[in-house]
């Protein structure tokens, strides 16, 4: 079975080339433009994996990160942060791995694959 | 409890992530925002030639040059203004810390926002490990609450709903512990009432170790005391308040408040601004004075902003 990553983003160009890259390498993919959609979607999926956008329309990254950290069926997924502002290292601290865009599409496939 | 917002900048990239902190807050809370620079430092006393701030270029000051740095700042905000409904800028000259505190007199705002010290943000903050020298002097005597947003990363939240409050059980922390609740109760927010229990008294490790004074069942003991203290003090203040945490934790004060907050996704610490040494009189209504170490060290490593309060808050 296909494991499967969650990407949480506002841009559509940005979610568009996420969904070909980790789809073309094997992946199952399903995404959300909130994150209410993107929790929503977190509870009854259950992704193995989760990009997420710092900036998005209704809420801050590090926001849902915490809502995220406190379902207890949701708290261990891997979160991998994907934003174009500056400092988003350390904006959601147990995440696994954060990227600044524009980002090496190699780099971030090696860290899914290292994680799922 | 944010109706008026005093965002003091250098208009430079060192308070970007206040700017962030400060025009989200106006958009959420309905305040007003006023963007307050200091262009210039006068070369003599009342002279018309100033050392401009940013470009570090003596210049002459006039209407024009005035003029063309409002709009210089507009520019530079203006992704954030066109959301904003109310706000202003203005300019002025003279030492940083004077006119941020003239204007605070004047203007009565709810709370100062300002930025990390000027281009040193990041790790060059924690080499010169202090705050900017315009905060540290702004901090300890304004009549307001001061927020800092020294890191990038403590300007990522948007809004207020998880406070932590850090009490060193000083007269201070009163002050802090009563804009924190205000501000929880407001707000509706969860809080949590912390305090660090410091063990580096020691001179060092060894003698740490091999003291007797620090077993660990001489460290809990001291853990319970601070506990049954954080009960007595605050407990019966919060009445009806339910959704509060309260704990005590052992190690470096600021590191452990870093971490709390960092742990329990804090995304607001308020705590007391306490000076190291006695405020001094310099004249007119103004006093010099220095931030006390936790403070300052939180403000430089937090994840989130960082509200500190001085005695002198709340007074007429």
């Known amino acids: 079975m296909k494991k499967k990553i969650l990407i949480i983003e506002d841009d559509p160009a940005v979610a568009d080339y996420l969904i070909t890259l980790f789809e073309d390498n094997g992946y199952a993919t399903i995404s959300a433009t909130s994150a209410q959609e993107g929790f929503s979607i977190a509870q009854k999926e259950h992704p193995d994996l989760i990009t997420l956008d710092l900036e998005l329309p209704d809420e801050w990254g590090p926001r849902f990160y915490r809502k995220l950290s406190a379902d207890k069926t949701l708290k261990n997924t891997p979160v991998i942060v994907i934003s174009g502002l500056s400092g988003n290292k350390y904006a959601v601290s147990k995440a696994v791995a954060s990227f600044s865009k524009p980002f090496d599409r190699e780099e971030l496939l090696s860290v899914v694959q290292k994680y799922i | 409890m944010f109706k008026k917002i005093l965002f003091a900048t250098s208009a430079t990239e060192a308070c970007d992530h ?16 006023h963007v307050f620079h200091v262009l210039g430092i006068p070369t003599r006393g009342y002279s018309q030639m100033v050392v401009d701030v940013t470009t570090g270029e003596e210049i002459t000051l006039d209407d024009n040059y005035r003029d063309l740095v409002r709009e210089e700042i507009r520019t530079y905000y203006d992704h954030q203004i066109e959301k904003t409904e109310n706000w202003s800028i203005d300019v002025t000259t003279g030492l940083p810390h004077r006119e941020i505190l003239r204007i605070a007199r004047d203007l009565k705002p709810d709370i100062i926002v300002m930025g990390g010290s000027t281009g040193a943000s990041g790790a060059y903050a924690h080499q010169k490990n202090v705050t900017g020298s315009t905060y540290q002097r ?38 802090a512990f009563d804009f924190a609740f205000t501000l929880v109760k407001e707000l509706q927010c969860e809080f949590h009432i912390f305090h660090a229990l410091d063990i580096t008294k020691s001179k060092d490790i060894t003698d740490f170790q091999i003291n007797t004074s620090h077993t660990q069942d001489t460290i809990e003991d001291e853990i319970r005391k601070a506990g049954e203290q954080l009960r007595f003090k605050y407990a019966s203040r919060l009445g009806d308040f339910k959704n509060y945490a309260m704990e005590v934790w052992e190690g470096i004060p600021f590191v452990e408040i870093v971490k709390y907050g960092r742990e329990h996704h804090a995304d607001l610490i308020v705590m007391a601004h306490n000076t190291r040494k006695p405020e001094v009189n310099i004249g007119g209504n103004e006093t010099e004075a220095a931030i006390g170490s936790v403070a300052e060290q939180v403000i430089l490593r937090a994840n989130c902003p960082v509200i500190t309060i001085n005695r002198s808050v709340g007074k007429a």
Do not use: K
Request: hydrophobic fraction near 55%.
């Open chain 2, 18 to 33: 206040a700017a962030r902190v400060a025009f989200d807050m106006a958009q959420r809370y309905n305040a007003e925002i």
């Open chain 2, 138 to 175: 702004v901090a300890g005597v304004a009549r307001c609450p001061v927020m800092v947003i020294n890191r990038p990363a403590a300007s990522f939240w948007g809004g207020f709903s998880n406070v932590l409050f850090a009490t060193d059980f000083s007269n201070a922390a009163n002050r």
